[in-house]
């Protein structure tokens, strides 16, 4: 079975900087998939980036970016030129091909100031 | 595509009531997942199918607690008896799979329950 932990419950950034969320993963398997989902208010999950584990190149999506260490087992999810409608919380997943299950981390909550 | 659809919206219930969630997944997609969500416990797998067979159930908090899918297109999360603590944000997600682990899950706007 695999776990995901996301260490940090929240984090705040000033709109148009960077910011970065940290994920931490752990999996027997050799062959999974890492996602970053946001959930805003409206609570609707909403995909933001995914990440091949085989592949070494950093997944990119607009201002969306991964720091993928697959060595050691970190996904982290950098934000640029923070936008105000990015504030929701953020959550890193895992999916293996063993069991297909989509674990999740508990969540950080990011808040965009003005 | 109309994504997965989740009725009802919302529910409001009394304790001791029975509560039935429903969720209709995205045509083409044969897995479906049923999560629920607590601010305490973060989002938890309850239950997924494959091809309509439940694959694991181990999520499932106790026996009051049941899924089906009796097709491709629908399926249903009973709490019978509900309680209090059943109170949370359930969501259905649908992806194509189980062999496309690469696909990613496709989420409802959720059923935010509420037991009195």
């Known amino acids: 079975a695999q776990t995901v932990t996301q260490s940090q419950p929240e984090m705040s950034v000033q709109e148009a900087e960077t910011v970065t969320l940290s994920c931490t993963y752990d999996?027997?398997?050799?062959?999974?998939?890492l996602f970053w989902y946001k959930q805003p208010p409206s609570r609707q999950m909403i995909l933001v980036i995914r990440?091949?584990?085989?592949?070494?190149q950093n997944a990119t999506e607009n201002r969306f970016s991964v720091n993928f260490q697959k060595a050691a087992k970190s996904f982290s999810l950098k934000i640029s030129d923070s936008q105000l409608g990015d504030t929701a919380m953020y959550f890193c997943a895992c999916r293996t091909g063993a069991n297909s299950k989509l674990t999740f981390g508990k969540g950080i909550t990011l808040s965009v100031r003005p | 595509d109309a994504g997965v659809i989740q009725s009802p919206r919302h529910e409001v219930t009394e304790m001791g009531q029975e509560v039935t969630l429903r969720c209709k997944p995205i045509?083409?997609?044969?897995?479906l997942f049923w999560y629920r969500q607590t601010m305490m416990r973060g989002l938890e797998l309850l239950i997924y199918f494959n091809n309509n067979v439940p694959i694991d159930d181990s999520g499932m908090p106790e026996d009051r607690f049941s899924a089906k899918m009796p097709n491709a297109s629908f399926s249903t999360l009973k709490i019978q008896p509900s309680e209090p603590r059943d109170s949370a944000v359930y969501f259905c997600?649908?992806?194509?799979?189980?062999?496309?682990?690469?696909?990613?899950?496709?989420f409802g706007n959720g059923t935010r329950l509420t037991v009195t």
């Open positions: 997600a649908s992806t194509r799979g189980p062999r496309n682990y690469n696909s990613p899950l496709h």
């Open positions: 045509s083409g997609h044969n897995s």
């Open positions: 990440q091949e584990a085989y592949k070494q």
């Open positions: 999996t027997s398997e050799s062959n999974y998939y």
